[in-house]
Structure formats: structure tokens, C-alpha cells
């Protein structure tokens, strides 16, 4: 969910507040740095451990009644190891205890999901029912413990909420790690990280959130939580919130500024949920300083204007699965406008999420002329449903709602995807896209779609076109370019149209005496800033001998992301013994780099994106990690010796003079002034081609030495 230090903070409640526990009486709570003394007051439910009733599912909500209520927010706060080993949930309660709501005002919490607390009142051994209201924080009952990532724990809580705590307005903020469309929201740490999935939250919404009057029943819901703001996220709210607030990217920082959204609304308890919502995007981007703030961004989408974009959307998906199963090339002009968009923690260092801007990926394939029926219709829809956005520079292009993209290359993940409603010919063109062939459901939906992008026209019938194999590019031939100075890749004009993305990889070649043909290859980084013909099919190398440093070690860097002004690499990087992937920018003016943080790759089977963008702190150690490439293929080698490892605060080594520190010396390192004169240095470049569906071919090596200055085809 939320990117902060790693540093737990502990200190749940400031000492001029006081926390009433209605479960016991009067007693002295203590944190862990130190002693708060609770004030034992009647909370006004029934029984002490009764809290109220909680409907059966399906029960239609009487909007009507308020109890004089102005706002209520229903918190659903899943603890995850996010506040096992952070306590990022004990530090958002902190900023929540800094207000005094007023009367009308109150927040009802449901805690759980973390195997431990970082601080000493919350117990991951329940399910805890919390109401705070003006400065006093309430324990209303112990619930049994039970999975937070299941729609029947929310459930029962949504149903107790709208049963027991009505009010004019009402807010529903879920807490944790985000999962985007495919990987879903709040991981509880105590069942196996399982998340609610989009048709969970589906189902809970229509469980428990259809009104007596017919009117949405929230005013608000929000994400605090990586990567959620998705068309697919929104549409689930359909008929039931009139407003969402949530961010496409993953959230760096401390996520939401709790104390500097609840201040507004306790002085303006009148507020609208647009209104409140604007103030969270406020709040959380003026929160964003220096590194921060080019990876942020937040949307506020108003659901009532969704169903235009919707029909927009789903049309867009007849569109291109009518298209891409006639023609092969149509695929791989759509992958390359993917490739090309805004998207979101995405490359072979990070792990993927899928997550791509639709807007942006829209306009990419316009300029191409891909969507010429809902192009332009999609945009204008989603236009007037993004109320408000905000964002930093490394996102320009963000247009405030994402959808799915198959970055990885995964069937499973296309599985996943189908499981949604959003989009049924979108969903088949991506199972197409995957698998090459329609599966029965999709030969059947795709006379629905001819039949929608026609106007209902009887049609003769839709030819679909097989993609050929493209297994024959692994290990493919380099040929020499005309000029006789660089390496090439010349497949024509069938095969160029089919692929999304071409990267180079350069690796320095390190032969043994006795052994030319099976050197050591180690990997340098990957790069598209290249001569790339996808028309004709010829990609040409632009080898420059140079690569990235930071400090004293040589990394391997990936592009991530391409925005105007701003680019993101990915560096795979271990710190303390813990892989992450250094985010890098690089100005595109200046073309200077800088290290926005560390961040924690995807977890492979949730898809979860990383937790924090940890920040560097004296004392620790920073290894490289080493990519080789082998006959037997790609290896990673995370190196511990100290000729590739740094140490914050000490002298960074040989010939440097100053210590290490977050900003240390990040730059590319020419070879030509970083080696000995008169000495031949080799090396080896290599193209990775991406095609429609994900899949990668790496093709055959071509060799350049370099001697003074003056660099060479071949082995010298």
C-alpha cells in the first residue's frame, strides 16, 4: 500500500487524548513509549461486548435514517506486515488521534489482518471494533478472529456499520497493500496474504449496500492503497458510491495524511464527498517533497458519470477484438501503444502488476489510428468522469484511471483478468492476445461484438487469423549494418509488426584463455534509446560504452516508465540482505539521474506491489546484484564481497573521498575514461524482443572491442 521508512512507529495515541474501552473498566494503557491512562465512559450501544446487530446479508439499507449523523467513515484497516514490521497502520491512527472530530462527525474502525500490532492497544488475536468521535477512541467489541481478505469478513462488517452507525454521508476507505485490477486490495498477513479480490468486493457491495431510495450509499470510497484507481476498481462501485478516490501508482511516502484530511472535514463537517475527496488528493500530494512526489499520483473519479465510460470502454474492447483477431500486425501495433503508454510498476526487476494508463494508452494507439470507432469516445467519457487528479512529474501522461495490459507475459495472469465483468470483448481479446486462438466462449462472444461495432448489422461471419509462431527469433542472427559501425537486427516487415518492444542489453565480455566461444557475460543494463524500424522490421544498435554506476559499483539498469520530461529505471539492488529494486529518474533536459527510493518487488502469486520506497539511513549495506548471462541463460548473483558492496556513512573507497549517502553519485561511466589506455576492453550486445503476447526472445550476441578511444566491430 504505502511507502514509508522502515522504522516502526510505536507511539499510537499523543498523551492529551484518551482512549475509552468500553470491554473493561477504568485501567492504564501503556504504549511503547509509555504510560496513557484511559477514561472509561458509557459509548451508548447496549450491553458491554454487544455493539449492536448485524443485519443478514442482503438487507436493503434505509438511507433515510441518519441519527443525526453529518459523516460517518467505515474504515476497513487491514494491518498486514505493513504494520507488523513498519506499524504504518499505528502511525495513520496517530494522524487520525491528532483531530477533534466534531459532534456528527465519527469513524468506525475495524482492525485485523497483522500478526502483530506496534503498539499496545490494538490485539491481532481479534477482530477489533474501534468508533473514534470528537478526541476519544472506543473499543466497542472483540470479534473473532477471521480472514480480511474474505467479502464475508467485510460483510459482516459493512452490515454492522450501516445497521448501527447511519449517517448523512458515509465514507468507505479500505487499508493495505493494492493489487490493482488483478491483485485486489487488503492482505491479511494471518491467512496466507489472501486479498479481496474486484468480484469479492462486487459481491460484498450488492451483499450489503443497495438503499431503500435507490441512491448510492456512499458518498466516498477510498483506497489508500497502491494501485487501485483502475476502471475495473471503479466499476464495482457503480450504483453504490457516488464518488472514489484512489492512486494508479504505487503510494510512496506515508501514503494518506490523515490528520490533514479529517481537520477540514471536522471544520467543515458540510462537505460533499467530492469536496473531501479533492482534500485527500490536496493533502497526500503536498505531502509528497523531493523524491516523492514524482511517482504520486491520486484520483478522484465520480462513479456517477461512469456508465458513459463504461459503454465507451466495452465498445473499445469489441473494437480491438474484432481487429487484432483479423489481423496479426493489428497485435502488435496495440502491444507497442502499451508499451509506449504511462504505466505502473512494471519491468523484469520490480515484477509486474499489468497495470498500464488507459487514457494513455488510448492516445497511443490513436496516433496510429488502432481505435478510430471508440477512440475518441473513451477519452471524452473519461475525461468527464476523472473529477479531479493529481501527480507528480514522473507521470505527465496519467489520466487518472488504468486498465490491464499483459506486461509479464503471463497466461495466468489473463486467467485472472477473465474472472472480471468490466469488459467481456476486452477480456477475450487479451485470452487471444495469450494464446494466439479464441476459446469457445470467446468464438462466441465475437459475433456479440460484430454485431455491437456494426450497429447490429447482420454480418457474413468474422475470419480469425492464426498468429504465426515466432519461436525462431530466440537465438536469432545479428547482421552488420550498412555503415559497417553497428550490429542490426533485420527480420522484415511480417515479423517487426508483430512485436511490442525491442530492448538492447549490453554485457561486458569477460573470455577465458582457453575459452573464447563460452565467456563470462556480465549484463550492464538494457536500453531502447536505439534506431527502431517496427514497419520494416530492422532494429540497429547504438552502442555507446557506457553504463551505469552508483558510487562505487557498476549496476544494471532497465527503463520502467517514459513520461514527458522524465524517465524510470528499475535497478536490482540488495540492502541488508533484502532484494529490492533501486527507482531511478533520469532528467531528460539534463539527463541527470536520482534515486527516488528502493522499492520491494511484486510478489510473484498475489501481485502485490512492493510495500515501501525505502529510503537509505546510515549503516546500511548496499550490494549489487550481478546479472550473467550464461549458455544455460540468465542468472542474478547477489554479490556480498566488499569489491561490490557500499556502506552508508563510510568512505565509499578507492579514489573517493567523501561517505556514501542516498544521493551518492548515481551517474554512466564512460568507458573510454574509466579504463586503462592502451589495454582492449570487449563487449557483447544482444536485442530482447517483446511480442504481443508478452513473450521474450533474446537473439544472438554481436561483439565490439574498444582500444584508445576508437571502437570496433568484432573481436580484435
Known amino acids: 500500500m504505502r511507502e514509508e521508512s522502515m522504522k516502526p512507529r510505536k507511539k499510537l495515541l499523543s498523551l492529551i487524548l484518551s482512549i475509552i474501552l468500553v470491554l473493561s473498566s477504568s485501567m492504564l494503557l501503556t504504549s511503547c513509549e509509555g504510560a496513557i491512562r484511559g477514561v472509561l465512559t458509557d459509548p451508548g450501544n ?28 467505515y474504515w476497513y484497516l487491514c494491518g498486514s506486515d505493513l504494520e507488523t514490521k513498519q506499524g504504518s497502520a499505528t502511525s495513520d491512527l496517530n494522524e487520525m488521534l491528532k483531530v477533534t472530530l466534531p459532534k456528527g462527525v465519527t469513524i468506525i474502525i475495524q482492525t485485523g489482518g497483522s500478526d502483530k500490532w506496534q503498539n499496545d492497544v490494538m490485539d491481532p488475536n481479534y477482530r477489533q471494533i474501534w468508533r473514534y468521535s470528537g478526541d476519544t477512541l472506543t ?19 459493512l452490515n454492522y456499520c450501516n445497521a448501527n452507525h447511519p449517517a448523512e454521508k458515509r465514507m468507505l476507505l479500505f487499508w493495505d497493500h493494492g493489487g490493482g485490477s488483478l491483485g485486489g486490495v487488503c492482505n491479511d498477513q494471518q491467512y496466507g496474504m489472501k486479498s479481496l479480490s474486484l468480484p469479492a468486493l462486487e459481491r460484498a457491495m450488492a451483499a450489503t449496500s443497495t438503499t431503500k431510495s435507490g441512491k448510492p450509499l456512499y458518498d466516498l470510497v477510498g483506497f489508500d492503497a497502491c494501485l487501485m484507481a483502475s476502471i475495473d476498481t471503479a466499476a464495482v462501485f457503480k450504483g453504490y458510491a457516488r464518488y472514489m478516490v484512489a492512486s494508479q501508482e504505487i503510494e510512496p511516502g506515508q501514503g494518506w495524511q490523515y490528520t490533514n484530511f ?8 458540510k462537505m460533499t464527498g467530492a469536496d473531501l475527496g479533492k482534500v485527500i488528493c490536496d493533502s497526500y500530494m503536498a505531502s509528497m517533497t523531493g523524491k516523492y512526489k514524482s511517482l504520486a499520483t491520486l484520483s478522484l473519479i465520480d462513479i456517477t458519470k461512469i456508465e458513459p465510460l463504461l459503454k465507451a470502454y466495452q465498445g473499445f474492447g469489441d473494437e480491438v477484438l474484432i481487429y487484432g483477431t483479423k489481423d496479426p500486425q493489428y497485435l502488435g501495433a496495440y502491444g507497442r501503444a502499451a508499451q509506449a503508454a504511462e504505466n505502473y510498476y512494471n519491468s523484469p526487476s520490480t515484477g509486474y502488476t499489468n497495470m498500464v494508463d488507459l487514457g494513455d494508452l488510448v492516445a497511443q494507439g490513436m496516433k496510429e489510428d488502432l481505435f478510430p470507432l471508440y477512440g475518441s469516445i473513451l477519452l471524452k467519457a473519461l475525461d468527464d468522469c476523472v473529477a479531479y487528479k493529481v501527480g507528480g512529474d514522473g507521470h505527465l501522461r496519467a489520466s487518472g484511471l488504468s ?39 470467446g468464438e462466441e462472444y465475437i459475433k456479440v461484438a460484430s454485431a455491437n461495432i456494426t450497429s447490429g448489422q447482420t454480418t457474413t461471419g468474422h475470419e480469425v487469423v492464426q498468429p504465426m509462431s515466432l519461436d525462431f527469433l530466440e537465438g536469432y542472427q545479428l547482421s ?60 540497429t544498435a547504438d552502442f555507446k560504452n557506457t553504463w551505469g554506476y552508483f558510487g562505487t559499483m557498476q549496476i544494471y539498469m532497465e527503463p520502467m516508465n517514459s513520461s514527458d520530461g522524465k524517465d524510470l529505471y528499475a535497478v536490482p539492488i540488495v540492502i541488508n540482505d533484502i532484494r529490492y529494486s533501486l527507482i531511478v529518474s533520469q532528467n531528460l533536459r539534463t539527463g541527470e539521474f536520482e534515486v527516488l527510493g528502493a522499492a520491494l518487488p511484486v510478489e510473484n502469486k498475489s501481485g502485490m506491489a512492493g510495500k515501501e520506497l525505502y529510503q537509505f539511513k546510515t549503516g546500511d549495506r548496499i550490494h549489487q546484484v550481478q546479472r550473467f548471462l550464461l549458455p544455460e541463460g540468465y542468472i542474478d548473483f547477489e554479490s556480498g564481497t566488499r569489491f561490490v558492496d557500499m556502506v552508508i556513512g563510510e568512505p565509499a573507497g578507492v579514489n573517493y573521498d567523501e561517505t556514501v549517502d542516498f544521493s551518492f553519485k548515481l551517474k554512466q561511466i564512460t568507458g573510454d575514461s574509466h579504463w586503462t589506455m592502451n589495454t582492449w576492453y570487449y563487449y557483447a550486445i544482444s536485442f530482447v524482443m517483446i511480442d504481443y503476447a508478452g513473450n521474450t526472445y533474446v537473439s544472438d550476441v554481436g561483439f565490439y572491442c574498444v582500444y584508445n578511444n576508437n571502437v570496433y566491430l568484432g573481436i580484435g
Open 139 to 157: 473499543l466497542l467489541d472483540n470479534w473473532p478472529k477471521a480472514n480480511m481478505g474474505d467479502e464475508a469478513t467485510l460483510i459482516e462488517f
Open 46 to 73: 447496549s450491553e458491554p461486548g454487544d455493539p449492536g446487530k448485524t443485519p443478514e446479508n442482503g438487507t436493503i439499507v434505509d438511507d433515510s435514517k441518519t441519527s443525526g449523523e453529518s459523516w460517518v467513515i
Open 480 to 539: 552488420v549494418s550498412p555503415d559497417g559501425k553497428q550490429w542490426q537486427l533485420q527480420l522484415g516487415p511480417e515479423v517487426g509488426g508483430q512485436l511490442a518492444a525491442v530492448y538492447m542489453t549490453q554485457a561486458g565480455y569477460y573470455p577465458t584463455e582457453d575459452n573464447w566461444d563460452e565467456p563470462l557475460l556480465l549484463l550492464q543494463g538494457m536500453t531502447n534509446f536505439f534506431p527502431h524500424d517496427f514497419e520494416n522490421g530492422i532494429f
Open 262 to 269: 479529517l481537520k477540514p472535514l471536522a471544520d467543515n463537517p
Open 403 to 441: 486498465c490491464f495490459y499483459n506486461f509479464s507475459g503471463r497466461e495466468d495472469k489473463v486467467k485472472l483478468l477473465l474472472t472480471l465483468r468490466t469488459n467481456p470483448g476486452f477480456n477475450y481479446f487479451n485470452d487471444f492476445m495469450s494464446k494466439g486462438k479464441l476459446s469457445p466462449e
